[in-house]
């Protein structure tokens, strides 16, 4: 039922000094820090060449990741978020397992502007679970991600024969800074 993984989040408690040490230390890529007041917090995105890793940190003391960070003063792994195709066909399925969603189970609209549900860690091993809903299409033989959030390949065949883009070689320096005038979407 689960897709790719989407990105791991991490709590932090200073913003600033994870993106530096994630830009310096790790040699990453790190987006400009974002403000999701909806969410109650601030956000960067840390994109790899297999998924992302958001650092997150509070808005103010409502905000969920406060609570967080009361319990883990360092920071830690927040929550695991993982792609499906039909968020609504996914909750039914988990909480028929007995999977509790966190809520009245209507999903919420997350960063990237996909619907998204989070699941009870004590059902999930402990972990915060997060549900993103990826719509993808079959067009012509090829796959096409219309809700892209996580751009990785996917398809059914076995060979990727006939699929455009692919034997292209990109070089691409993500340990640039994002510039101020040119804030991505994720």
């Known amino acids: 039922m689960i897709g790719n993984l989407n990105h791991v989040a991490i709590a932090v408690p200073d913003l600033e000094a994870a ?6 230390v790790f040699g990453a890529f790190v987006t400009s820090p974002q403000e999701l007041v909806a969410h109650g917090i601030r956000l960067a995105i840390v994109n790899l060449a297999n998924t992302k890793i958001e650092l997150i940190t509070p808005l103010g003391e409502t905000s969920p990741i406060a609570k967080f960070l009361e319990r883990n003063p360092a920071g830690g792994l927040h929550h695991l978020s993982y792609e499906v195709p039909d968020i609504i066909a996914a909750r039914d399925q988990l909480t028929a397992a007995g999977l509790e969603v966190i809520g009245d189970g209507t999903p919420q609209t997350g960063y990237h502007n996909t619907p998204v549900l989070f699941f009870n860690p004590k059902d999930c091993l402990g972990v915060l679970i997060e549900l993103e809903e990826v719509k993808t299409t079959l ?8 809700s892209a959030v996580h751009t990785g390949y996917h398809s059914e065949k076995s060979s990727l024969e006939g699929v455009e883009g692919v034997g292209i070689r990109v070089d691409v320096d993500f340990r640039v800074p994002t510039p101020e005038d040119n ?3 994720n």
């Open 139 to 146: 067009q012509q033989g090829r796959i096409e991600i219309t």
């Open 183 to 185: 804030l991505e979407e």
């Open 19 to 24: 993106i530096k040490q994630y830009q310096t």
